[in-house]
T-cell receptor
Framework: KAGVTQTPRYLIKTRGQQVTLSCSPI?????VSWYQQTPGQGLQFLFE???????NKGNFPGRFSGRQFSNSRSEMNVSTLELGDSALYLC???????????FGQGTRLTVV | DAKTTQPNSMESNEEEPVHLPCNHS???????IHWYRQLPSQGPEYVIH???SNVNNRMASLAIAEDRKSSTLILHRATLRDAAVYYC???????????FGKGTMLLVSP
């Protein structure tokens, strides 16, 4: 059974640009959550999607957005990038009735 | 969200047991206690979870205090591959969100 796949693994962008990250959950999982990890703030919840609907949202500015497709794959978008957006972005998938979240290896975003 | 308190770091020798404590005095009745760990350059990995009773699985054991205000993750024989940041998380199983604290960095020496 394939795990959670995040693409790309590494990304370098310039301030002011926008970026789109992708997450393919484990087959059959309908819940996808996104997290941002930085040395200063640790792991912080961004948002969760379930069956193409945003079910929960963390405390991040509107520049951070996401969506989920009918095949449960999810994308997150960050517009007008700032240096502080440099982080490891992790996605996690969760199956219905399961309590264990499966994380991908993350996308390392560097904003210069 | 309910909060957890963990030591910043702990050290252990290889093949010795490790007890990682977690305090969660504001835990509510619907909160499950979850433990995840994050190895260097990897995403977090589920370790174990419980509600009231002690739990065992192939990776670890979870001992939960009778009043549920604290818990201990037990690695029975630490290996070098267990060196990671361990997160104790309270999660209401009605929701999928995990609220991570700073965790405990476990250092394992040969």
């Amino acid at each position: 059974k394939a795990g959670v796949t995040q693409t790309p693994r590494y990304l370098i962008k310039t301030r002011g640009q926008q970026v789109t990250l992708s997450c393919s959950p484990i087959s059959g999982h309908r819940s996808v959550s996104w997290y941002q990890q930085t040395p200063g703030q640790g792991l912080q919840f961004l948002f969760e999607y379930f069956s193409e609907t945003q079910r929960n949202k963390g405390n991040f500015p509107g520049r951070f957005s996401g969506r989920q497709f009918s095949n449960s794959r999810s994308e997150m978008n960050v517009s007008t990038l700032e240096l502080g957006d440099s982080a490891l972005y992790l996605c996690a998938s969760l199956g219905q009735g399961h309590t264990e979240a499966f994380f991908g290896q993350g996308t390392r975003l560097t904003v210069v | 969200d309910a909060k957890t308190t963990q030591p910043n770091s702990m050290e252990s020798n290889e093949e010795e047991p490790v007890h990682l404590p977690c305090n969660h005095s504001t835990i509510s009745g619907t909160d499950y206690i979850h433990w995840y760990r994050q190895l260097p350059s990897q995403g977090p990995e589920y370790v174990i979870h419980g509600l009231t009773s002690n739990v065992n699985n192939r990776m670890a054991s979870l001992a939960i205090a009778e009043d549920r205000k604290s818990s201990t993750l037990i690695l029975h024989r630490a290996t070098l591959r267990d060196a990671a940041v361990y997160y104790c998380i309270l999660r209401d199983d009605r929701y999928s969100t995990l609220t991570f604290g700073k965790g405990t960095m476990l250092l394992v020496s040969p």
